[in-house]
């Protein structure tokens, strides 16, 4: 059995969406909602709970994945405080699960710290399997792969364009599921090879820049906010809000005023009675005389 790690069980607290109300959403027909979060700040996981996203996957700060790696389970705890019931997705870095048993220790680090599932870029059979047998439920990924795996694509780009390749990528899938996989996003196949995936599959099957929406879609949250410029967002990206325009806009606004004291404006603040701001300079001018503004 693979070697485990000393954790503290965080506790299901009542409301909290787990990765059983995922599939039990499959199992209804009801769409799954799935935000990209990056490693952006825990507030908006908040803002995703507070809209009824179903489902957040986030990764830890770090200019590298070293530190990536190094940081995912206090950032993991930060996302749970902000956001005590939404269904969490954390990303592990390539090398934390390297073989089964440093898998399972930093899988079930990440679970024990309040992650619903962790995210797995490219994992082997064998390491699923054994994370599945340790209860670890991993919410994993197909299709194109998000990270430097896309070298062997020749970068990030349509997959599963012949029926050969689409074939690859359904067997992927189907292994990942009868391996333990508990749900997956599908990322740049075909709106018809995504649907199938999830008409075929007894788990769900999220969307990612794939067209179809399959058992619900995920965006990441630079597109949906509108974090990237017009013109040149993505073709399946779609903003929902203009996040970095309204965000200019008020820093500029902030700016102008303060450089032209419109801001703050006596309403702002508040003053001192009176009496005590006599009594308050005349000691100031008693005891530092010599000092001039």
């Known amino acids: 059995m693979a070697e485990k790690a000393e954790v503290t069980m965080a ?8 990765v059983w109300h995922l599939q039990k959403m499959k199992e209804e027909g009801k769409k799954i909602s799935m935000v990209g979060t990056a490693n952006l700040s825990p507030i908006f996981t908040t803002f995703c709970e507070k809209a009824g996203i179903n489902l957040v996957r986030f990764t830890a700060p770090g200019e590298n ?23 969490l997705n954390a990303v592990m870095q390539t090398q934390q699960y390297a073989d089964c048993g440093t898998a399972v220790r930093e899988g079930s680090i990440l679970m ?3 992650a619903d599932s962790v995210l797995c870029m490219g994992v082997t059979n064998e390491v699923l399997k054994s994370m599945s047998d340790n209860h670890i439920a991993v919410f994993g990924h197909v299709g194109c792969l998000s990270g430097w795996q896309t070298g062997r ?97 008020a820093y500029g606004k902030f700016n102008e005023e303060v450089k032209n004291e419109v801001y703050p404006a006596p309403e702002h603040g508040w003053a001192m009675d009176e009496a005590e701001h006599d009594k308050f300079m005349n000691e100031l001018d008693k005891k530092y005389p010599d000092i001039k503004g």
């Open 11 to 18: 506790a299901v607290t009542q409301g909290r969406q787990t």
């Open 65 to 87: 994945s070293a530190m990536r790696a190094a940081n995912i389970a206090w950032w993991t705890r930060e996302q749970r405080k902000a956001a005590p019931n939404i269904c």
């Open 112 to 114: 024990a710290d309040g």
């Open 153 to 249: 694509f020749g970068g990030y780009r349509r997959v599963g364009k012949t029926a050969e390749d689409a074939m690859e990528i359904f067997r992927q899938a189907y292994e990942y599921q009868e391996n333990g996989m508990v749900g997956m996003t599908i990322e740049m196949t075909s709106i018809e090879m995504t649907n199938a995936v999830a008409k075929k599959l007894r788990i769900p099957v999220i969307a990612v820049a794939a067209g179809g929406v399959a058992d619900g879609a995920e965006m990441v949250i630079y597109d949906l906010l509108g974090f990237i410029p017009e013109g040149a967002m993505a073709k399946h990206s779609k903003a929902y809000a203009n996040l970095r325009g309204c965000t200019i806009e």
